[in-house]
């Protein structure tokens, strides 16, 4: 049996896409997921999945040896940064103490390769844009905290054990799979601007609420770094590869394009692209939201040689319509 990457959270919106890259990529992958906010059908048809809580180490621990996993990649958490504000400790619980459980087992098992999904959210108010790897971490929400606390964990445990990470620091991550396969099946839960704008165009929502136009932005609304999520589905599977080919080395990297959009910006091209005038709402300003939030991507391109392919608003914005299209017309779960 060759061996496998365990996908932590892989029912999930980019746990579900970075599965597919693995797969085409050729290596083997298993799923584990507790479906709290996962969809099962998201789950690509090549990997095998194991429904549990990723703090049960004898679960994980024996998910690992029956695979023979000498990799992990960790998605599963919480990820809503006002929920955070409302509910500290359900993200200090999920996003810290749960990897701390997942890593607990790892190092029991031997694994030691992990790639780690965090957010540029740590930056907090950053003092410069586009904001280096290199920049202060003064997260303003317990959502950005508690992701900083999990990389502090491994830091902490790379420097005593034989043990390699990659810390991915996501930016604003959108669109869907180009071939239909996998796309944010949130439905009216939904957060993401690109994911709700889509909706509001396809008459799913009524509307679309600007949280905020008194930001210090070109525009006075909110400003983030949008990248394709299958530009960072690729990533991960660079960064493994940069594991495998450099043992002893750890990574920490952005995951953006290095250019910024507003809200308004990405509310022009759901507009342009889906063909219709969206109905929108002012709403104040999201408690634990920063004004901008843009990469600097040079490190991510020089360490892992990752050149992204669909860097291009409206094509993010067309894939996402295309998924939500997608889920119209396919039969209820």
């Known amino acids: 049996m060759t061996s496998a990457v365990l996908v932590t959270g892989g029912a999930g919106y980019i746990g579900s896409h970075v599965a597919l890259e693995l797969l085409d990529a050729g290596r083997r992958v298993v799923v584990i997921d507790d479906l709290s906010t996962g969809n099962r059908a998201l789950v690509p048809k090549g990997a095998a999945f194991q429904q549990g809580d990723i703090a049960d180490e004898a679960l994980v621990a024996n998910l690992i040896a029956d695979n023979q996993v000498d990799a992990i990649m960790h998605f599963a958490g919480s990820i809503i940064v006002p929920e955070s504000v409302a509910e500290p400790l359900k993200y200090y619980l999920n996003n810290t103490g749960k990897t701390r459980a997942l890593i607990a087992t790892a190092l029991g098992a031997g694994v030691r390769r992990f790639i780690f999904s965090s957010t540029a959210t740590i930056y907090g108010n950053p003092d410069e844009v586009p904001i280096p790897e290199t920049a202060a971490l003064r997260p303003i929400n317990p959502y950005g905290a508690s992701k900083l606390m999990s990389e502090m964990m491994l ?92 043992p002893g080395r750890s990574h920490t990297l952005n995951c953006g394009y290095g250019r910024g959009s507003s809200v308004l910006d990405v509310l022009a091209s759901v507009e342009r692209v889906a063909g219709v005038k969206l109905h929108t709402l002012q709403a104040p300003r999201r408690a634990g939201d920063p004004a901008t939030l843009v990469a600097d991507s040079r490190l991510i391109r020089d360490r892992l040689d990752w050149e992204p392919r669909f860097d291009d608003l409206d094509l993010i914005v067309r894939h996402a319509l295309d998924w939500e299209r997608g889920m119209a017309q396919a039969p209820a779960a």
Not at 189 to 209: C, F, M, N, W, Y
Not at 214 to 219: A, F, K, V
């Open 155 to 246: 830091r902490d445990v790379a420097a005593v054990n034989a043990f390699d990470y990659c810390i991915l620091r996501y930016f604003n991550v959108a669109g869907a799979d180009p071939g239909g396969r996998s796309g944010q099946s949130s439905g009216e839960g939904a957060t993401h601007l690109i994911k709700v704008a889509a909706q509001a165009a396809l008459g799913k929502r009524p509307s679309v609420s600007i949280f905020g136009d008194d930001y210090p932005t070109h525009d006075g609304t909110g400003v983030r770094d949008y990248i394709h999520v299958s530009d960072l589905a690729a990533a991960h599977v660079k960064a493994l590869d940069a594991l495998v080919a450099a």
